[in-house]
């Protein structure tokens, strides 16, 4: 007679778990609003993070660009858009959302930024002093500052051979600067060999520079290089022997050093 009575009560239990779970998935599901950006699925920030990189190819506005990657709480905000944008690029070959990954993730770089102290309940906080104006001072006129000419191509001005055994590859080095001699990021630079070709953009490593940008040669192959904005493409690049400190020879490291023409006066 238990045995009987219970069944009901199981039948029961069960009927209203199956309801319930049909009420709570089919008929008023739970609906995420206005959730934080940092609880999204990692392809869901992949694509969060292109769309901030392209507003700010955009419209330039950096700080805006900082207030939305703040919502992800990245700890390394310009490390995860270089590596990123070299992703996207070998995966899809998306130049304009590589260069824009590029373009933000070097800007970035340039001016880390900012964390202000949160005061302590009580605490006063503390608030940024203006510096005092200095009226200028006359002085004579000053040679014209060279300046970038747009759509200018770029111009080889320098060819080092490196031996440097901290490197620990062959690397052949890029340096693309304006005619002011600032680094400029998002210039894509192909390479070309016997048995194959691959493009990179500068500014992907902040840290060595805005206009830096490497590639890993292997020793024994010939190299061509061309820049996107530069007219002549520079051919004959291969690793030199170098001789370590116990006199081990080791495959050297090239430096291309790329410029703007200033402008004419």
Known sequence: MRRASTLPMLFGLALGLAAGLYYSWRV???AYIDTDPSSLRADYKAEYLSLVASAYAATGDLERARLRLAW????????TLSRMAQSRLAA???????RAL???AAALGERPLQVLKTPAPGETPATPTASPTVAPTPTRAASPTPSPTPGSAFELVDREAICDPALGESLLQ???LDAAGEGVPGIQVLVIWDEGQDRFYTGLKPEL?????DFSMQPGTVYSLQLSQATIPITGLAAEDCVG???EPYPGSIQ?????PPASP
């Open 102 to 104: 590029a373009a933000l």
């Open 245 to 247: 400190p116990e006199g």
């Open 72 to 79: 992800l709480a990245l700890p390394e905000p310009a490390e």
């Open 174 to 176: 890029i340096e693309v």
């Open 209 to 213: 520079g805005l206009g830096y940008a």
């Open 256 to 260: 291309l050093t790329f410029q703007q």
């Open 28 to 30: 008023d599901p739970v």
């Open 92 to 98: 899809s070959g998306l130049e304009t959302e590589a």
